[in-house]
């Protein structure tokens, strides 16, 4: 008994933090928030981060892809956040071609890697200071499909079949006919 109380424990641990394996760092790195980096800079450089958000532009080089990205917190398992404020705007440099088509802007990815120096930029015509993260581990997240939900009022009884009888009542309801549209009645008028 105690084996599978235990063996259950460690799935259920386990399954708390499912971080996607391409954003995996070992256990025993701390890993640097986006705000510390900001904060502080020249601390930061050379250590290990995992940041996300949406993509705001992708630029590839013959040195690489430079992927500017609006910072949002993560979740549990890596996923960012989005709401209606940012972090502020972070670039993650990776080795070779990267598919603007597939990395579009609006898309949520979160970056694992090292941090750099900063480099100082513009956004639009406001001078920005980006911290730098060189890319070791990146996941692109689904798009989310929006669903439409309401809320059904009803009683229990009558919205779920277990608490129903196991026999149909029908019940004689009122029926109002459709009406005809404007037009619609001279032509069957004509045609009879």
């Known amino acids: 008994m105690k084996f599978w109380v235990m063996s259950l424990a460690i799935l259920a ?76 705007r972070f670039r993650a440099r990776l080795d ?5 088509m597939v990395y579009k802007e609006g898309r949520s990815v979160t970056f694992t890697g090292t941090i750099q120096q900063p480099e100082e930029g513009k956004i639009d015509e406001y001078r920005y200071l980006f ?3 060189d890319v070791t581990g990146k996941f692109l997240w689904k798009e989310r499909k929006e669903m439409d939900t309401q809320v059904d009022y009803s009683s229990l009884w009558y919205r779920h079949h277990y608490f129903a009888p196991p026999y149909r009542i029908y019940y004689p309801v009122p029926v109002r006919p459709a009406r005809p549209r404007s037009g619609a009645s001279d032509k069957q008028g004509n045609e009879n």
């Open 13 to 88: 641990l386990s399954a708390c933090s499912a971080v996607p394996d391409e954003l995996a760092v070992a256990e025993n790195k701390t890993l640097v928030s986006y705000a510390s980096a900001l904060q502080q800079p020249e601390q930061a450089v050379g250590k290990t981060a995992r940041w996300g958000g949406l993509i705001a532009s992708v630029r590839n080089t013959d040195d690489g892809t430079i992927i500017e990205v609006v910072n949002f917190e993560l979740t549990n398992w890596g996923r960012p956040i989005v709401s209606g404020e940012s972090n502020g």
């Open 96 to 100: 070779g071609f990267v598919d603007p």
């Open 131 to 133: 911290p730098v993260l």
